[in-house]
Nanobody, 121 residues
Framework: VQLQASGGGLVQAGGSLRLSCVVS????????MGWYRQAPGKQRELIAA???????NYRDSVKGRITISRDNAKNTVYLQMNSLKPEDTAVYYC????????????????WGQGTQVTVSS
């Protein structure tokens, strides 16, 4: 299983980025997918998830600014980030997961290399 995240970069506050994560080695359409981020000195946190049927969940701090989507034909999950803030600065990782009782859980230890997002003030 491989996850290849891309699309990060340096952007000014208020700007936008679109992250992509291409997944191989699984039947992509059968799995939920999630985006996590980890800022320096902080724990990795789930910010958005999308089920195999397209249902989405978001962390409160990013609601209204971030949209997760997927293209099963391309084995790719996306994260559109708008109105970026300096506190969004982190390494962003995609994950393979599942939903249980309405909550998203990552499966295995599949994270890929992540992609760095830096938002300047």
């Amino acid at each position: 299983v491989q996850l290849q995240a891309s699309g990060g970069g340096l952007v000014q506050a208020g700007g936008s980025l679109r992250l992509s994560c291409v997944v191989s080695g699984i039947t992509f359409s059968s799995y939920a997918m999630g985006w996590y981020r980890q800022a320096p000195g902080k724990q990795r946190e789930l910010i958005a998830a999308i089920g195999s049927g397209g249902h989405t969940n978001y962390r409160d701090s990013v609601k209204g600014r971030i949209t997760i989507s997927r293209d099963n034909a391309k084995n790719t999950v996306y994260l559109q980030m708008n109105s970026l803030k300096p506190e969004d600065t982190a390494v962003y990782y995609c994950s393979i997961g599942t939903y249980y009782s309405g909550n998203y859980y990552p499966l295995g230890d599949y994270w890929g290399q992540g992609t760095q997002v830096t938002v300047s003030s």
